[in-house]
């Protein structure tokens, strides 16, 4: 079946860019969305944004500005860039698989996810 | 772009019957979809779509719709129910995703 795993640093210096990325195996990239939701420490879930197989991106507003979202088909991975980074940054970091199917979306695979933490 | 609105605990006598509520106009438009979240590890899809299930997930779990809000109904709640339950939705206006803040569900 498909899983995701995510990879990067797991600690980055204030004001400069977490990096992450998102392996898919066990399926292709196909018509689905594809996520980067965060967690900050006892907080609850916030997306961040997603790609689709046509490489078109959609951001929350609130991190518009700093985040970019990116595709790799050969390689089956999809990546995050989060610039201008703060000790807010700092979360849980999911890569999930979206479906869109008219009125009604389903976050049905979630990778593991990683910590990553913003300090000096 | 909308908000979805959730109680921020829970609490259900194990065996008894709980509904979690998520409130958002997004939700008018959309159905959620639910998640269960236990401590320490992934969140993963219960419910979607206007009563949807994941093959794994228990038919205790079943989700329903009216006007505005959105329900998660677990009828019968068992120990490891305990958890924090998220909903989703899409807002119309922006075409983006959004999650409701949180659930934690305790089972007494």
């Known amino acids: 079946q498909v899983q995701l795993q995510e990879s990067g640093p797991g600690l980055v210096k204030p004001s400069e860019t977490l990096s992450l990325t998102c392996t898919i195996s066990?399926?292709?990239?196909?018509?689905?969305?594809w996520n980067w939701i965060r967690q900050s420490p006892g907080k609850g879930l916030e997306w961040i944004g997603d790609?689709?197989?046509?490489?078109?991106?959609k951001y929350n507003p609130s991190l518009k500005s700093r985040v970019t979202i990116s595709l790799d088909t050969s390689k089956n991975q999809f990546s995050l860039n989060l610039n201008s980074v703060t000790a807010a940054d700092t979360a849980m970091y999911y890569c999930?698989?979206?479906?869109?199917?008219?009125?009604?979306?389903?976050?049905?695979?979630w990778g593991q996810g990683t910590k990553v933490t913003v300090s000096s | 772009s909308s908000e979805l609105t959730q109680d921020p605990a829970v609490s259900v006598a194990l065996g008894q019957t709980v509904r979690i509520t998520c409130q958002g106009d997004?939700?008018?438009?959309?159905?959620a979809s639910w998640y269960q979240q236990k401590s320490g590890q992934a969140p993963q899809l219960l419910v979607y779509?206007?009563?949807n299930r994941p093959s794994w997930i228990p038919d205790r779990f079943s989700g329903s719709r009216s006007g505005n809000t959105a329900s998660l109904t677990i009828t019968g709640a068992q120990a490891e129910d305990e958890a924090d339950y998220y909903c989703?939705?899409?807002?119309?206006?922006?075409?983006?995703?959004?999650f409701g803040g949180g659930t934690k569900l305790t089972v007494l």
């Open positions: 999930a698989r979206r479906v869109e199917m008219g009125i009604y979306d389903a976050v049905d695979i």
């Open positions: 790609i689709n197989s046509g490489w078109i991106t």
């Open positions: 066990g399926g292709s990239i196909g018509s689905f969305y």
């Open positions: 997004s939700l008018r438009d959309y159905y």
């Open positions: 779509a206007k009563n």
């Open positions: 989703h939705s899409r807002d119309k206006s922006d075409d983006h995703v959004v």
